[in-house]
């Protein structure tokens, strides 16, 4: 068994307008969540211009949100973080193939009256950029077929996106519906996720999108991650008994030790980076710089 790993991260986004912004205010998904394999050793936080106010909470999916008020007028945007996680071996003890059929878990979390309430169902339905198909239910079948195993299913569809979509930086932008990306075959990791969210959401089966980092040097003899640069994103699919298992399609790999989870939803609209409202600004530009290397 793999012993537990220590991250650090640093991530810094500049946004530049065209056009001074009078006032804002924002939310901000900067802070990476605390979880059972993901320990929080540090973390801090800068903005500027300094907020006039800035207040954090706990939103619906258990993402520590913070919202912050502009009252200076700027032309520039920087937000910076710096933050130290220790990350324990997940998958060490995952068995895929004694995990339930993919029909069992569906047919538990499909509604009826009176059935007990599970929440994971809240993560088999359509959402803002994932809407579940027949043309995605079609796509993910050959990947279950009857009686097969979830984790099996899920590992076996990973591969098939990875092999058959295309990893291209200007095919897409970051309101592009999980639909569109899978009738072009190709886009960023963002696409890659929510295309493979759709096609378990089109099987009644629970899948979230996941926002992260990547280790950027990976270790000796081992290749560098495709996305390692910026944010990245990747998937979980709800099996019982197993809890969240977190598949990277970008990359073909199970989220481990080279994964920091930032946060969680039902698509990348509930974890974007900054979202808000601005009083001037026209166009912006955005640069993104992102490190993540071992303590």
């Known amino acids: 068994m793999s012993g537990p ?13 065209s056009m001074t912004v009078a006032t804002a205010q924002h939310l901000a998904t900067i802070r990476p969540q605390a979880c059972v394999w993901q320990k929080i050793v540090s973390h801090t936080e800068n903005i500027d211009p300094y907020p006039a106010y800035r207040t954090s909470r706990i939103d619906a999916f258990g993402n520590d949100v913070l919202y912050f ?17 220790e990350l324990s071996p997940r998958w060490d003890t995952l068995d895929a193939s004694t995990t339930p059929a993919w029909e069992q878990v569906a047919e538990r979390l499909r509604y009826r009256v009176g059935a007990p309430f599970y929440p994971e169902s809240e993560f088999c339905f359509a959402s803002p950029n994932v809407v579940p198909s027949p043309e995605l239910r079609a796509y993910a079948l050959p990947s279950f077929t009857p009686g097969t195993p979830i984790a099996l299913g899920a590992i076996d569809l990973m591969h098939r996106i990875h092999a058959d979509f295309e ?5 897409t932008d970051f309101d592009t519906p999980a639909a569109r990306a899978f009738e072009m075959r190709n886009g960023v990791c963002q696409d890659f996720a929510q295309v493979m969210i759709g096609c378990l959401r089109s099987l ?7 926002s992260g980092y990547l280790r950027n040097d990976p270790p000796p003899g081992q290749p560098r991650l495709i996305g390692a640069d910026a944010s990245h994103a990747w998937v979980s699919v709800h099996c019982p008994a197993s809890g969240w298992i977190d598949l990277d399609p ?9 994964h920091v989870t930032l946060a969680t939803g039902r698509d990348y609209s509930d974890v974007s980076l900054l979202r808000g409202s601005l009083l001037g600004g026209g166009e912006h530009q955005v640069e993104v710089a992102v490190s993540v290397l071992p303590v």
């Open 5 to 17: 790993t220590i991250l650090s991260v640093s991530h810094k986004t500049t946004y530049h307008y």
């Open 69 to 85: 008020s502009l009252d200076t007028p700027h032309e520039t945007l920087c937000m910076t973080s710096e933050t130290v996680v």
């Open 167 to 171: 990893y291209e930086t200007s095919a």
């Open 204 to 210: 009644g089966l629970p899948a979230r999108y996941v």
């Open 250 to 258: 970008t990359n073909d790999v199970l989220a481990d030790l080279d």
